[in-house]
């Protein structure tokens, strides 16, 4: 093999190497904000949900408010419900 050719191979194994290890800090650096961004919502519906019940909003209101503020399914909403009235039992 010539001293060009191998370089050549060498500078595209590196490139290919760099483009790996790229995506994969990406990926992990996605995987991290989706975490944190998924924790600041859930506490953010947990830190509503009290205040709603403190309004004298029925369970059908608060479920409808949560879906509607927060973009999410009735499942979940129904979910974070369930979690504040178990702890407040």
């Known amino acids: 093999m010539e001293a060009k050719e191998w370089v050549a191979r060498e500078v595209a194994r590196v490139r290919t190497d760099s483009l790996a ?5 990406g990926r992990e650096e996605g995987l991290s904000i989706g975490r944190r961004d998924g924790m600041t919502l859930a506490l953010a519906i947990l830190n509503d949900i009290p205040k709603l019940i403190a309004a004298n909003k029925t369970h059908e209101e608060i479920i409808t408010t949560l879906v509607a503020k927060y973009n999410i399914d009735q499942a979940q909403a129904e979910s974070y419900y369930e979690q504040v009235m178990a702890l407040r039992a």
């Open 21 to 25: 290890e790229g995506r994969e800090e």
